[in-house]
T-cell receptor
Framework: DAKTTQPNSMESNEEEPVHLPCNHSTISGTDYIHWYRQLPSQGPEYVIH???SNVNNRMASLAIAEDRKSSTLILHRATLRDAAVYYCILRAPTAGGTSYGKLTFGQGTILTVHP | AAGVIQSPRHLIKEKRETATLKCYPIPRHDTVYWYQQGPGQDPQFLIS???????DKGSIPDRFSAQQFSDYHSELNMSSLELGDSALYFCASRRGGRSAQYFGPGTRLTVL
């Protein structure tokens, strides 16, 4: 599996935007970029995913570099409830039987949000 | 909305005992995944099932086995438990054709 690199930790203030970076220089042309987060004492939670174009949903935005070697998860207004470990994960497509969608978690970014 | 259900939420066993963890996926989800998260560790993929057939296998010990039943629920059976098996065990489900996996709250297994 292609590897991702994320900062160990980041800090933010409440109601400010947060930009969480992820490097994935060995990404293959068909890998999807997924973001999950894990709040304390909970199971991981899906945040967003994308392939080439930037993506927005109600939780966050995903900005993908043109060469796809890096991406940034954007939380537009951080709240205390956003304090979690954020994982950037590359996942092969499930179509065609090449992958059944398992997630390979690496070291994520611990986000601390200050009131 | 319905979520992934796992039972039991907490389980305490002695070394060399057996344990069975259950997972009930979200309705209409056809793929189930099991993950193990040791203390201070990141989740590690164990095994997955698609339409009741094993679809992928990760770092699952031979002492562990799992299956998916006709109603799509899944069970993880763990035998000859060791102290190192103490961990959180998460089940996740996914609907075919969709990307997102939805995780359950986990079962905390403690082996004494």
């Amino acid at each position: 599996d292609a590897k991702t690199t994320q900062p160990n930790s980041m800090e933010s203030n409440e109601e400010e935007p947060v930009h969480l970076p992820c490097n994935h220089s060995t990404i293959s042309g068909t890998d999807y970029i997924h973001w999950y987060r894990q709040l304390p004492s909970q199971g991981p939670e899906y945040v967003i995913h994308g392939l080439t174009s930037n993506v927005n949903n109600r939780m966050a935005s995903l900005a993908i570099a043109e060469d796809r070697k890096s991406s940034t998860l954007i939380l537009h207004r951080a709240t205390l409830r956003d304090a979690a470990v954020y994982y950037c994960i590359l996942r092969a497509p499930t179509a065609g039987g090449t992958s059944y969608g398992k997630l390979t978690f690496g070291q994520g970014t611990i986000l601390t949000v200050h009131p | 909305a319905a979520g992934v259900i796992q039972s039991p939420r907490h389980l305490i066993k002695e070394k060399r005992e057996t344990a069975t963890l259950k997972c009930y996926p979200i309705p209409r989800h056809d793929t189930v995944y099991w993950y193990q998260q040791g203390p201070g560790q990141d989740p590690q993929f164990l095994i997955s099932f698609y339409e009741k057939m094993q679809s992928d296998k990760g770092s699952i010990p031979d002492r562990f086995s799992a299956q998916q039943f006709s109603d799509y629920h899944s069970e993880l059976n763990m035998s000859s438990l060791e102290l190192g098996d103490s961990a959180l065990y998460f089940c996740a489900s996914r609907r075919g054709g969709r990307s997102a996996q939805y995780f359950g709250p986990g079962t905390r297994l403690t082996v004494l």
